[in-house]
């Protein structure tokens, strides 16, 4: 019997080639786009999960309730983690953690490393088992290292690392260390990345801010007791954060910031590490935390294109099975039960989600490059054996083969034996459900175009914003590790004077934009004036900073050599100014960097976006104190020849800097960097737009195609009483633009309120227009009528008498 | 082995209800050969559909077999359909997707029969109606005769008690209907096979026992041959 029900669905499938290419081909791309997308997803979510004690694990912020709102940080005082386990009974093992680039020298061998600077508990609190070296004693000397293998071989080749001596520089620093283990490479979902771990003892400023708690400079991890709860925190840390943060609580009470519901103004919280990778609010965890809406657009996207399919699947189901009616009526007659044909239907629809599996598939390993280029996703294949995968894959084609092929088997069933076997199956009806399923089609699909043209829209709007200051012709140049910022820049001022390309150089602490360093600071500072607590971002700036970014100066100058005393002169920028209130700021003194070296203000420069379009502009103050080293140097070029000028700076610099990579990018490569994730989010949009699209197509193609076969009479008695072809056309596609019309009405909504969310995230942004919502209706509406056109113009043009012959 | 009681079908139009059939009382006995004829209209097939249970009456009593029809659950009469009762129809109604072999062993399938002994009875049936040349042709491929052969092996494959039929020879040419008229004249002396067939031909009414003469829905007259 088992046989029989495959034989006779292939012949049937074969007989309905046309019909079931079609589904298979909208199938196998839905499929291939969900594998795709979810193994993305699963690979976004199994982020650090190789912890063995990941529920346990916590990081610790603060939260402040400033009177302007809450903010949270994440950034830690050196002498906190120490206290903390000490006077925080439930913690375990604490660790602090700080990043940093470095050069690494051993014997002539000289590579750069990510090296991460943490306590010994680190190495018991993580699962980084060490292939060599103990576990528990690897970090417990001052000048111990543990290293990668990966780093390992980098670094000494086939040789053994361990009880080596290397050289480690980092921050101008040079110190060496004796390898005390190596780790076993960690995974690629690992938020927490290093070449190299050291003691923190070794972090920049350490000696100096060893007992300060008012500055902070890295992230503090800690490990909490099994069966720890931590719900009641905020209540227990209450007597630890007034002894210790009495400074910032005072601070904050005289600038009036009004208490929380638990009364306090200032508190440490912890954020769960098992969510460190979608942790993009406390500001700044282990890795490059990413936001939610990501995946879970992602997985929204997914269902979409899943669903569209499975609507295909059941409408072309359904649309054959009129042509199957008499097959149903002979079968009942011959004894058949309800089930037996419920079977034989299903396994038809098993044979033709199989193919679209294997097709999808297949698919999947052609586009797997291309995706994971275009959405910078880490997966493999290989993820598909995983059982948990293969599990999912199974149940996903049980689940879809039962939702798209039982309703349409069951329809069949249904039919009057007798009334099917005069051959009067009512095939005109065009059925509730295929209508409602259409609409939800075209819903989706118009929804993802509005989307579309919306991210594109505040996209280009934040690409060709001006942003205040020149960003095609400036190069930012990161100092790097290999060299002090200052004397860089001091060298490639030299170096450049007689260059003719060159109009002038500068540098900062700062970069604009993301650089391809892809690193990004900033310094936050709070100072009295006035008796209020006033709070800039400080920008370490050199002379001609002002002339080499084109910035606009208001009132005032910019730091020049020619002044003696510039070394405490302040540039500000409008907003800063605005913060300070009052006229004739120019010479009043700010005790920034607390009392002992008041600054006076010597220039004030209109507002100029020196963050990313998220953010509004907010206050700015830039010094040339040496407190802050110049991370970048930056170098305007006349315009007409940008490749030759980077050409000729890149050979100055390596003229200087033989060993050094020359990591440089104009401003505009910066700015664009800070949206990737927005570029992302619209490549997702794209795509599932025009898949949306295509399959739904493919389904109305379908459906036009069976209506026409059930029409044909009716068209060809039209043709005789004298209508003409357009008429016949527009009558055919009357119905189905009539839904497609409901469709996009429905989806306006939607995407209104899914989109003017998306760009509440944005300081600066578009504004939603009526013609974004009618060009993506037309849009979706000439696509429906293209597609119906090619079957309804074929009708229309043929001849009536074949069909009413053959009735 | 066939009493229909009081049978009435009708169709509500509007307020009205439009009798199809019109408390029909008849009783066919075993090995007897109906013929049911009459014009357009009067009910022919649907008499013909309710004692084959591809249809409902609306109101009245059968009793098949002893057994009472109209009380049956929808799978009680299914098992009782399956075995007793063979159909062969006017457009033959065969499978296009199957061959003539595997058309004529869809019956058993539906009534689990063994495979080996679904062999036997296939080729036993195509030996006895002298298709065995044909049997791994589709439908398309032979002329109507023979199609309608392919019907008859069908219905007969599942050894039915009743076999019914509606206009067996609507679509063949007389010499074609002719053979096929003394296929079921033979069945019906040689094999005692019960028949009822629904017929426009006065000449083809002949070969029966009996001619019942429906009228808008009701007996009109009976003729014993």
Known sequence: MIKNYFKIAWRNLWKGRVFNLMNITGLAVAVACCTLIFLTVYYEFSYDNFHDKLDRIYQVYNVANRPKGVEKNSAMPIPMASAFKAEYPAVKYVTRSGNMGGVVTYGNQKVDGDIHFVDPDFLKMFSFPLVQGNRNAALSELNSAVITEKAAKKIFGSKPALNQTIIINSNNEEKPFLVTGVAKDYPSNSSITFDILVRFEHFPQYKVEKNNWDSRSHIVLAEFNEGYNPQNFSKQIKSFVNKYYAGDIKNLKRDGAKPDANGDIFTLALAPFANNHFNNDIGGVEGDAISKTYPLSLVVIGCFILLIACINFINLSVARGFTRAREVGVRKTLGAGKWQLLTQFWVETIMVCFASTVVGLLLCTLLINQFKAMFKSKISLAMLLEPAHLAGIVVMFLAVTAIAGFYPALMMVRYKTVAVLKGKISGGKPGKLRNTLLVIQFTLSTLLIICTIITWQQISYLSNKPLGYNKTEVLSIPVGQNAKGSDALQLMRNELRNNSNVESVSGAYMNMGKGNDGSSMRSVLGFIYHDREVRTHLQRIDYDYIKTLDIKLLDGREFDSKFGNDSTGLVINESMARELGGKNLIGSTLPIMGGESPAHIIGIVKNFNFQSLHDDIEPLTMTMLKDFEINYIFVKVKPGNLVGAFDNIKSNWHRLYPNAEFKASWLNENTERQYLSERRLSGIFVSGAVLAIIISCIGLLAISIMMVVQRNKEIGIRKVLGANVLGIVMMLSQDFMKLVLVAAILSFPVAWWVMSHWLQSFAYRVDIHWWVFALSTALALILAFVTISFQSIKAAIANPVKSLRSE | ?225
Not at chain 2, 177 to 182: D, S
């Open chain 2, 1 to 225: 082995m066939l009493s229909l009681k009081q049978v009435s079908k009708y169709y509500n139009t509007g307020s009205n209800k439009t009798y199809v059939l019109n408390k029909v009382d008849l009783d066919v006995d075993q090995g007897e050969f109906v013929s049911i004829m009459g014009p357009s209209g009067s009910g022919k097939s649907t008499l013909l559909n309710i004692i084959g249970m591809l249809d409902q009456p609306s109101e009245g009593y059968m009793y098949f077999l002893n057994e009472p029809v109209h009380q049956l659950k929808e799978k009680q009469r299914s098992a009782l359909y399956k075995q007793n009762i063979g159909f062969v129809f006017q457009a033959y109604h065969l499978i296009d997707e199957l061959t003539v072999y595997e058309n004529i062993e869809t019956p058993l399938l539906y009534q689990d029969v063994k495979s080996a002994e679904r062999k036997a009875l296939v080729a036993d049936a195509l030996d006895r109606f002298n298709i065995v040349g044909k049997k791994d042709l589709f439908p398309a491929q032979l002329s109507g005769g023979q199609q309608q052969l392919v019907g008859i092996a069908r219905a007969l494959i599942s050894k039915p008690k009743l076999l019914l039929a509606d206009e067996p020879t609507g679509n063949l040419n007389s010499k074609q209907g002719e053979e096929i008229m003394e296929l079921f004249k033979k069945l019906n002396q040689e094999d005692k096979v019960t028949i009822i067939q629904v017929t426009h031909s006065e000449k083809n009414a002949q070969y029966g026992s009996r001619i019942i003469n429906l009228l808008d829905g009701k007996i009109d007259s009976t003729v014993i041959l």
